[in-house]
């Protein structure tokens, strides 16, 4: 009668043993990988934070939140998960300080809130608080939403596959031109893509503020990659289509709708990209997006024209050197044109659109049976062309350079010379006096621009564009110098030139000469003359090609 209990008690305590036996591996197995994942988290952040030049990007920022992620999703259980969760939240903070995104400050909120009620015995319950306490979240206001901070991301839950990330670049800060509660129109949904490149351009009736995110692919709800422009204080035209259907290597379609009663929001479906830049022009307003494919897509995707054998008299420093460096395809930009007659001339009735649509075509015709290349014009009639598709004419035709041509204009008929510029920040008044002028705006929307302009050049080819405007203005003011007197050379410029935003390629504008001139009009009008700096635009872009690919011969 009393062997039947120790018996019981023999089996209970064989089967105990048995089951921590198969137990204690996986269990151990599990806090091995969690601590060695979170390891690897922690080496990823100190070399983030020792490449200042590297957290100025998103991605960089949030492979090191996935390392972490991974952990307390995955191993829920695990010793290490609270410190995952916890050090999530400490990433979403700092990120915040770059994006400056209130859906990073809502994430990183919402990971410290999980770790005081999901680890409460934690030692990271009490540095959540903690650091819940310095952004004013605890104490009075414990439980609160912050005023900044949307109620529903403080009470969200994180997916449990892969928290979803939005991807923000810091909202532009626009001061409101229009009257509290009136909705500005959006009049207009363009775009022009190529498969490594594609840009869509919102038209607005009137300057608005706008906010934009990336969206990650929502496999759950079967949503793809997702970007949107959100524009404030903004209707939807009546005849504006809710939706666009690109279909090219980069975006699917494009939506439109009102997303509530004072906001439209447009949402672009990605199939694939690299990076993406958004920015807004005045005069008239418009958002315009330039999303790139990744490198080895924009390889495969190459379609330059291959250039022709050279003929005998070809000289060295042009074809083999274009083709060393693989400048097959220039794009020759005529400014102005149809509505838009740019500047007026000294003599009546002469206008800056038809002489640089004269002497583009000089160019192109000279340039293709110099330097044997692809050569496209913007615009070979007078038609009028937006200056953001003439960039996009460029980086969808996979241009190798982009040069626009212009004459100059000035109030005192006595100014007179050549002058090349290239993107970037202006350097003095007058500089920002030809920019306001060429992009048919306000010296203030010069000076607004500037303020975002060092953003929208990480992609732009800032020291190949200002070695080509060296080449080519010393070229041009050499070529003119052997046949006029009185040229003067007024030096290669920076300034935030419209047309030149967004490119991909080097590219310059050239402000051939002074049209307001009496003796430079007159000059201008001469097809000696005109063909003299066409000359000296080529002479520049062969040295530079020269110079860029030393010993080429």
């Not at 690109?246 to 494009?254: A, F, G, P, Q, R």
């Not at 340039?367 to 960039?391: A, G, P, Q």
Request: hydrophobic share 35%; charged share 25%.
């Amino acid at each position: 009668m009393h062997i039947k209990p120790a018996i019981k008690s023999f089996f209970l305590l064989l089967f105990l043993i048995s089951t921590a036996w198969c137990i204690t591996p996986a269990a151990q197995l599990d806090a091995a990988t969690a601590k060695a994942q979170y390891l690897s988290g922690n080496r990823a952040v100190r070399a983030l934070e020792k490449r200042p030049e590297k957290q100025a990007f998103r991605e960089n920022w949030m492979k090191c939140i996935d390392k972490f992620q991974r952990i307390f999703l995955t191993m829920p259980n695990s010793e290490w998960a609270a410190a995952a969760m916890y050090r999530s939240g400490q990433l979403f903070l700092e990120l915040h300080k770059h994006s400056y995104s209130t859906q990073d400050k809502q994430e990183a909120i919402d990971l410290l809130q999980r770790v005081t009620r999901r680890y409460p015995r934690s030692a990271y319950k009490k540095r959540a608080l903690a650091l819940l306490t310095s952004l004013d979240l605890t104490g009075k206001n414990a439980g609160k939403p912050d005023p900044k901070v949307s109620s529903s991301a403080l009470r969200g839950k994180i997916p449990h596959k892969k928290a979803m990330k939005y991807k923000t670049i810091k909202q532009v800060v626009q001061k409101p031109t229009h009257k509290p509660g009136t909705n500005a129109l959006i009049t207009g949904i363009r775009h022009w893509s190529n498969p490594s490149y594609t840009r869509v351009v919102i038209d607005l009736e009137q300057d608005r503020k706008f906010s934009h995110a990336l969206l990650e692919k929502n496999t759950t709800l079967n949503k793809p990659q997702r970007l949107f422009v959100d524009i404030q204080d903004s209707r939807l035209a009546r005849k504006l289509p809710k939706q666009t259907y690109i279909n090219d290597h980069l975006l699917t379609k494009i939506r439109a709708a009102q997303h509530d009663l004072q906001s439209v929001r447009v949402v672009m479906d990605i199939k694939s990209f690299d990076n993406y830049k958004i920015f807004s022009l005045k005069d008239p307003c418009r958002v315009v997006v330039d999303v790139w494919a990744k490198k080895e897509q924009q390889v495969a995707s190459s379609t330059h024209v291959l250039p022709r054998k050279p003929s005998n008299g070809t000289t060295k420093d042009s074809l083999v050197h274009q083709l060393a460096l693989g400048v097959k395809t220039i794009v020759i930009d005529p400014g102005h044109g149809g509505k838009d007659p740019g500047a007026g001339g000294y003599q009546a009735g002469v206008q800056e659109k038809n002489v640089v649509l004269s002497m583009a075509k000089k160019l192109a015709k000279k340039m293709k049976s110099r330097l044997k290349c692809n050569v496209i014009m913007t615009r070979t009639k007078d038609k009028f062309l937006s200056l953001e598709k003439r960039t996009a004419i460029a980086n969808t035709q996979n241009a190798d350079l982009f040069i626009s041509l212009h004459c100059n204009a000035a109030e005192n008929k006595k100014l007179a010379g050549v002058e090349t510029y290239f993107l970037n920040l202006a350097t003095d008044d007058e500089a920002i006096n030809v920019a306001a002028r060429e992009n048919a705006t306000s010296k203030k929307n010069i000076s607004d621009l500037q303020s975002i302009l060092n953003d929208l050049m990480k992609n732009a080819k800032i020291n190949e564009s200002g070695r080509l405007a060296k080449h080519v203005q010393k070229a041009i003011c050499t070529g003119l110098s052997k046949k006029y007197s009185n040229i003067h050379n007024l030096g290669v410029k920076q300034a935030p030139f419209y047309v030149l935003l967004g490119a991909s390629m080097p590219s310059i504008l050239v402000e051939t000469s002074f049209i307001s001139n009496k003796l430079e009009c007159k000059r201008l009008l001469q097809s000696s003359y005109q063909n003299r700096i066409c000359d000296g635009i080529i002479d520049g872009v062969a040295a530079y090609i020269k110079e860029t690919a030393p010993g080429k011969s």
